[in-house]
């Protein structure tokens, strides 16, 4: 109840009911799955195996900050891209959002907890990871982790530090000042434009940002590259609404690109 009470000011319109945008034929592909999490909850999920054999990589999808939650890549589209392309696909809910109960802050748990049960689905495959604004965000801090089973990412529309995203929304910008004073410790521990630099085991990054994001503009995609400690690109495009490149002008060139990025990184070496 306490965490439900502080995430208030940050998530409160967004922690409500889930309701699964799939049709009833549609739901029949994806199979529940959840697994316990250090936030101190469980984390609950859909996993589909590709459309297409023999897989080529599993790939784990971290939403962006919305009430659609895990169903932001069941309803663009985004799954079935990647499921007509050959790859698994394991969508959740970081705790909080959706079908997951409320836990502590650091996301990043439950990004590493959902990972270890993609390896545990898929042991033989690869395993990727995606992640959009918030889900890219506390991936940042779960790539730090010696434990983490992810080879690859994509890292989309995230912010380099909390404050730099939460300064654009007064109210919970005033409440992450107060948290920041509180617990020091965890501000330094959770400075994801800091901790990137410690990031271990993946083979490389792609970024994507739109030049046009007021909250997360490309710029922080660049500085991101500049402290990541493997091969790394990034990506932008010119126009494109928060977290909502797949659905701008740019869509056929962002479905490519990711295409592209995941086919290269999940052959075998």
Same mark, same amino acid.
């Given at each position: 109840?306490?965490?439900?009470?502080?995430?208030?000011?940050?998530?409160?319109?967004?922690?409500?009911?889930?309701?699964?945008?799939?049709?009833?034929?549609?739901?029949?592909?994806?199979?529940?799955?959840?697994?316990?999490?250090?936030?101190?909850?469980?984390?609950?999920?859909?996993?589909?195996?590709?459309?297409?054999?023999?897989?080529?990589?599993?790939?784990?999808?971290?939403?962006?900050?919305?009430?659609?939650?895990?169903?932001?890549?069941? $309803?663009?589209?985004?799954?079935?891209?990647?499921?007509?392309?050959?790859?698994?696909?394991?969508?959740?809910? #970081?705790?909080?959002?959706?079908?997951?109960?409320?836990?502590?802050?650091?996301?990043?748990?439950? =990004?590493?907890? =959902?990972?270890?049960?993609?390896?545990?689905?898929?042991?033989?495959?690869?395993?990727?990871?995606?992640?959009? %604004?918030?889900?890219?965000?506390?991936?940042?801090?779960?790539?730090?982790?010696?434990?983490?089973?992810?080879?690859?990412? #994509?890292?989309?529309?995230?912010?380099?530090?909390?404050?730099?995203?939460?300064?654009?929304?007064?109210?919970?910008?005033?409440?992450? $000042?107060?948290?920041?004073?509180?617990?020091?410790?965890?501000?330094?521990?959770?400075?994801?434009?800091?901790?990137?630099?410690?990031?271990?085991?993946?083979? %490389?990054?792609?970024? =994507?940002?739109?030049?046009?994001?007021?909250?997360?503009?490309?710029?922080?995609?660049?500085?991101?590259?500049?402290?990541?400690?493997?091969?790394?690109?990034?990506?932008?495009?010119?126009?494109?609404?928060?977290?909502? =490149?797949? $659905? %701008?002008?740019? %869509?056929?060139?962002?479905?490519?690109?990711?295409?592209?990025?995941?086919?290269?990184?999940?052959?075998?070496?």
């Amino acid at each position: 109840m306490l965490y439900k009470l502080l995430k208030k000011p940050f998530f409160g319109r967004f922690m409500v009911e889930w309701r699964n945008p799939l049709a009833t034929q549609q739901k029949e592909k994806w199979k529940a799955v959840e697994t316990p999490s250090k936030t101190g909850v469980t984390i609950k999920g859909l996993f589909a195996h590709s459309n297409t054999s023999p897989s080529k990589a599993t790939i784990v999808l971290g939403h962006p900050m919305g009430k659609e939650a895990k169903g932001f890549f069941l $309803k663009s589209g985004y799954a079935d891209l990647l499921l007509n392309n050959g790859y698994n696909v394991l969508v959740f809910d #970081i705790n909080g959002f959706g079908e997951s109960d409320n836990g502590n802050f650091l996301y990043h748990e439950d =990004i590493l907890a =959902i990972g270890k049960k993609a390896k545990e689905l898929t042991d033989e495959l690869p395993i990727g990871y995606h992640g959009v %604004s918030l889900g890219g965000q506390w991936a940042t801090i779960a790539f730090t982790d010696p434990s983490h089973p992810y080879q690859f990412a #994509i890292i989309e529309s995230a912010a380099t530090t909390l404050d730099e995203f939460w300064i654009h929304f007064p109210m919970a910008y005033k409440v992450l $000042k107060i948290l920041n004073v509180l617990m020091p410790k965890v501000r330094q521990k959770v400075n994801m434009l800091e901790r990137i630099k410690e990031a271990k085991h993946l083979k %490389s990054m792609l970024y =994507i940002y739109s030049e046009s994001d007021p909250w997360t503009p490309a710029s922080m995609g660049k500085r991101f590259k500049e402290n990541t400690p493997m091969a790394s690109e990034l990506w932008t495009v010119k126009n494109a609404k928060h977290a909502m =490149i797949i $659905k %701008s002008e740019y %869509s056929d060139n962002y479905k490519t690109k990711i295409l592209d990025y995941l086919d290269s990184n999940s052959k075998s070496d």
